[in-house]
């Protein structure tokens, strides 16, 4: 019989905090993206495709750093497609996403066909290194959970800090609020609407397609079809059930990745666990529900701005 | 109205006149439909381009497209298979747009429909077909149904955006006929299945070796059935004022908040039957996974139709022509399958950019 305590163990927490990245990072730039009053349902097609390019540059070159840069290349080019697509040509937001996200789902298990033989995985590449921080590792408990990971789980606590930073303290957060609550007025005082929002959904790219290779390059060094799995959505729910704010965000990205990380690890030992994978789902619709607190999101959002 | 529609420009001679207004109106169809061509052109022109690049023979791949989907009875009756589960979803979340409402979680609405009349099937003692298939189908609808309540109820209620309430729940509904298979429900084996449904439960085949089932003949009349009670019916007519201008709407006394719970039950009644029709027509059993995001591709399927019961049914044999024709490819040339995933979303994000074609067009007409 297995105790409890075999199952809560450290391996568990540092599997929580690898877990959340995805979601932390993808969530963050979901957050940028909605205050801007641009909607991008297309993150999990964007991650899928940094995973893929990001494995498939590090195949090429040998070198993994190569391979995130190519993956946040690739995110911000695809944001880029559907911010041209719904700000310069008026789309609606929800449909240019699904095309954004059949496109990704279709063409990364094609490619991984035609270079590797298999829609299903790539072969294995050389992933990111293994980090570690100096004096924190020496201490027993939470030396182990902190590390050593991949770079890429270091990055998002910064990333969170810099998003709360910018959002909340500067006058370019306060144009993107602007320009996601009232765009008209945000025109009307000089605030360039069209550009912020091209700004902000293509960082939302960029930060989708870093969660992407941090599950191919970060996580297993290779590409497998199932990868992103789902994880694009509920990178949304984590924005919302974070309220749109990043430090929030941080917070329930570490609570669904304790659940996607149990999930995992239960799996392995043969226990039904689709109760636990539908739990950021269900939260979502609580928060919406106004069951478990409140959140709001801008008031423009979804609506297209033209001058 | 279209600038060809009312005339512009100035006055040519009587004959030019006919002649000219002959032409125009047989091309008129064709103009008013012109976004969705070019998105289809476009969504073809960038799959070709994808299959060129990686080092495919182009003309071949389409031929086997073509051929696979059309190119033989057999080609035709999988095409059929395959467009039958995405006219019920397209018509799922048609329904539901013309309430200004985006149903995008027809996929969680259809697995549990789908389960939902497979258990009927299973469970049920032997009865005539007629009753059995009726009531498998009650079941999938009401399943379908049940699972539209909450997002309806709290659009309501709260305001909740039902994109994201539906999609939420797309992904609890999959899990759930995930798990109902894999756990309580299986079938012994290594396949997470369940067991048969009763032969009772089972639609007649119109075509076999294809799966084509009688399931396309209810998939046409509920596409007929929705046109009737949109366009001929008052509830009807106040799910599309309302989809119009809900403010107006609620001025002009219809029930607005009624209409979008009649709106968003019946988009996922309507998803939940196509569950239904696969499980009773294609596979006769629960298969875990058996949908490859019919519930998705009904989006697309709405969205190139038109949001229109016979667009609907043009746009979902296209899509499922896609699939069907292919399998073929990759069997005959070696494409994956996947590249018709990248034609149907390049065909959505030109459908998204109506803007853009307008564009393109008014570019070439000043030239």
């Known amino acids: 019989m297995i105790g409890i305590w075999d199952i809560l163990d450290v391996a568990l927490f540092a599997a929580m905090i690898r877990m959340a990245t995805p979601l932390v990072l993808a969530a963050t730039g979901g957050v940028i993206t909605e205050r801007s009053g641009v909607i991008n349902i297309g993150l999990e097609g964007m991650m899928m495709l940094g995973a893929l390019f990001g494995v498939l540059t590090s195949y090429w070159t040998g070198c993994p750093w190569l391979g995130v840069i190519a993956a946040m290349v690739v995110g911000g080019l695809a944001a880029a497609i ?146 992103i799995g789902g994880r694009g959505f509920i990178a949304l729910a984590v924005m919302i059930s974070g309220n749109w704010r990043p430090y929030r965000v941080l917070a329930i990205g570490m609570v669904f990745g304790f659940a996607d990380a149990l999930q995992i690890r239960l799996q392995g030992l043969g226990v039904p666990v689709h109760f636990m994978q539908m739990i950021p789902f269900l939260v979502t619709i609580a928060v919406l529900a106004g069951v478990m607190g409140r959140s709001r999101p801008p008031a423009d959002i979804g609506k297209n701005y033209e001058p | 109205m279209t600038k060809e529609e009312t005339g512009r420009g100035d006055r040519p001679t009587a004959i030019e006149n006919q002649g000219s207004r002959l032409i125009k109106r047989a091309i008129r169809p064709l103009v008013a439909i012109r976004p969705e061509i070019t998105a289809i052109c476009a969504g073809f022109l960038v799959g070709a381009i994808v299959v060129w690049v990686t080092g495919h023979p182009v003309v071949e791949t389409f031929y086997h497209l073509f051929r696979g989907a059309f190119g033989s009875r057999i080609a035709i009756g999988m095409t059929l298979t395959r467009a039958t589960p995405i006219i019920f979803t397209g018509l799922a979340v048609a329904i539901a747009f013309k309430c200004g409402l985006f149903n995008i979680g027809a996929e969680g609405q259809l697995q549990v429909g789908a389960f939902a009349a497979a258990w009927v099937g299973i469970a049920l003692p032997p009865m005539p077909p007629v009753i059995h298939i009726s009531l498998a189908f009650a079941a999938g609808a009401a399943a379908g149904l049940l699972w539209a309540v909450v997002p309806a109820v709290l659009k309501v209620t709260r305001g909740a955006h039902e994109v994201v309430t539906t999609m939420m729940l797309a992904h609890v509904g999959i899990l759930l006929a995930s798990y109902l298979v894999t756990g309580p429900f299986k079938d012994p084996g290594p396949v997470p299945q369940t067991e048969w449904i009763a032969s009772t439960a089972q639609l007649t085949r119109l075509l076999p070796p294809t799966q084509l089932s009688t399931a396309l003949f209810v998939a046409l009349l509920c596409a007929i059935a929705v046109y009737l009670f949109l366009w001929k019916t008052s509830p009807g007519y106040a799910i599309r004022a309302a989809g119009l201008n809900p403010k107006a709407a609620e001025a002009g006394g219809v029930p607005v908040a009624r209409s979008i719970m009649l709106a968003l039950l019946l988009s996922g009644a309507l998803a939940g039957l196509g569950g239904a029709g696969e499980i009773l027509g294609v596979f006769h059993r629960f298969i875990d996974g058996f949908s490859p995001g019919y519930g998705w591709t009904g989006i697309g399927v709405a969205l190139v139709g038109r949001m229109h019961p016979l667009g609907v049914i043009l746009a979902a044999v296209l899509f499922g022509a896609l699939r069907a024709g292919g399998g073929t490819v990759a069997r005959a040339v070696g494409v994956p399958l996947d590249i018709t995933v990248v034609i149907q979303g390049t065909i959505i994000l030109f459908i998204a950019a109506q803007r853009m074609t307008e564009f393109l067009w008014e570019r070439r007409r000043k030239k």
Not at chain 1, 106 to 117: H, K, N, Q
Not at chain 1, 127 to 150: F, N
Not at chain 1, 166 to 178: M, P
Not at chain 1, 199 to 211: D, E, T
């Open chain 1, 82 to 227: 559907h911010a041209l697509v719904v700000i310069r040509f008026n789309a609606n937001h929800i449909v240019s996403g699904l095309g954004i996200n059949f496109i990704a789902l279709g063409l990364a298990p094609f490619l991984s066909e035609v270079i590797w033989g298999s829609r299903g995985h790539s072969d294995i590449v050389t992933g990111l290194p293994r980090w570690e921080i100096p004096l924190i590792k020496e201490i027993p408990v939470i030396g182990e959970i902190l590390g050593p990971h991949s770079p890429t789980v270091f990055m998002i606590l910064a990333i969170v800090i810099i998003a709360n930073i910018v959002l909340f303290k500067t006058k370019w957060g306060l144009r993107i609020t602007a320009v996601g609550e009232f765009a008209k007025a945000a025109a009307t005082a000089g605030i360039p609407v069209q550009r912020t929002r091209y700004i902000c959904v293509i960082i939302s790219g960029i930060l989708a397609g870093l969660a992407g290779v941090h599950m191919s390059l970060g996580h297993l060094s290779m590409f497998t079809w199932g990868m």
